[in-house]
């Protein structure tokens, strides 16, 4: 809740505030969001933000719902399998396109109402697939891990710095990991849409 005398005019919103946060996480990274810099980036004292959030914690739980919102509808009549691919797929470049964010929310507890959108459509599409309650809570759980999980492998690359995942094959020993060896090639290219959305229609067609 915004906290502001009576008689003037918020000098902000949270929306605004949301709004400048992501923005600064998405060109900079999540270092470079502080109190002090976001009230610099929003022309505003630090004690100033500190009325409409009380800590940095705070508006980093505010940037899911950024991320999330508008996600497109999938045109009527469309059935619910490809529904629910169109929507993770979505999802997926949201969370590859704005990497900064997604790292920054990895741990975020917010559960707002772009989360709960995306909760409600899935389960909705997963009803109509034919799925009970419990069945489609826990397929749209096995959705939702498999598709922010795949965006940060997508983000992390095919290895870390001085040390490529092919780099690591190379030293195993080929008798104790004979089937590590015989993906080597794979291992080494970095993940991507194809793949991803490979393993989506996997977990769709066997749920």
């Keep these: 809740m915004v906290h502001t005398r009576r008689g003037r005019p918020a000098l902000l919103t949270r929306d605004q505030i949301a709004r400048?946060?992501?923005d600064l996480v998405d060109a900079?990274?999540?270092a470079a969001l502080t109190m002090n810099r976001l009230a610099a980036e929003l022309g505003v004292g630090a004690m100033t933000l500190y009325?409409?959030?009380?800590?940095?914690?705070?508006?980093?739980?505010?940037?899911p719902d950024l991320l999330f919102a508008e996600l497109p509808t999938p045109p009527p009549g469309l059935p619910p399998?490809?529904?629910?691919?169109?929507?993770?797929?979505?999802?997926?470049?949201?969370?590859v396109g704005h990497g900064e964010v997604t790292r920054l929310i990895a741990n975020s507890p917010a559960f707002g109402h772009a989360r709960?959108?995306?909760?409600?459509?899935?389960?909705a599409r997963l009803a109509e697939l034919g799925?009970?309650?419990t069945e489609a809570f826990e397929l749209q759980r096995a959705l939702g891990t498999y598709t922010s999980g795949f965006a940060q492998l997508a983000l992390a690359g095919p290895g870390g710095p001085g040390r490529p995942r092919a780099q690591w094959v190379a030293e195993l020993d080929?008798?104790?990991y004979p089937h590590t060896t015989r993906i080597a090639d794979l291992l080494a290219t970095p993940p991507d849409e194809d793949q991803f959305l490979h393993g989506l229609r996997r977990i769709l067609a066997s749920g």
């Excluded at 009380?54 to 505010?62: F, L, R, T, Y």
């Design 131 to 133: 799925f009970e309650p």
């Design 116 to 123: 709960a959108d995306i909760l409600e459509s899935v389960l």
């Design 20 to 22: 400048a946060a992501f």
């Design 174 to 176: 080929a008798e104790a």
């Design 51 to 63: 009325g409409y959030a009380e800590s940095k914690d705070e508006i980093v739980n505010m940037l």
């Design 28 to 30: 900079e990274g999540g």
């Design 81 to 95: 399998a490809d529904a629910l691919e169109d929507l993770h797929l979505a999802i997926y470049r949201r969370l």
